[in-house]
């Protein structure tokens, strides 16, 4: 583990993949591209390794930004089999728009859509 203020960041560029990786304290975090044909090539792999057994009542979140226009229109599973449609509101506290994903969760307009696939 860093034990440092700043992460330690690690870069590979290789002929079929190429990624970063960044160290802190109690978190290791990697985004790899493949640049091989396909369907991994259209395909950005995110890992998160995270050290949380010093806590208690610990909740994780990963935001992601994309310029996908969904109409605050968003989809995830309960149970790995089916998604369901949900919708962010903004009439509620910022907890009340957070839910659990099993395996997967989406987010699309008319011309793009952007999958999370969990482990």
């Keep these: 583990m860093v034990t440092s203020k700043f992460p330690t ?3 590979v ?12 304290d109690t978190l ?3 985004v790899a591209l493949f640049s091989h044909f396909g369907l991994e090539s259209s395909a950005i792999h995110i890992e998160n390794l995270i050290d949380i057994s010093q806590e208690e009542n610990y909740e994780l ?4 930004d994309t310029s996908i226009d969904s109409g605050n229109i968003f989809y995830t ?3 790995g089999f089916q998604l369901m449609k949900r919708k962010q509101l903004s009439d509620v506290p910022l907890q009340g728009n957070y839910y659990p994903v099993a395996a ?6 008319d011309s793009l859509r952007m999958s999370l696939l969990t482990a």
């Design 9 to 11: 960041i690690i870069v």
């Design 28 to 30: 290791v975090h990697r």
């Design 104 to 109: 997967t969760t989406l987010i699309e307009d």
């Design 77 to 79: 599973d309960s149970n």
């Design 61 to 64: 979140i990963m935001r992601l």
């Design 13 to 24: 560029q290789g002929r079929f993949q190429s990624y970063v990786k960044v160290y802190y």
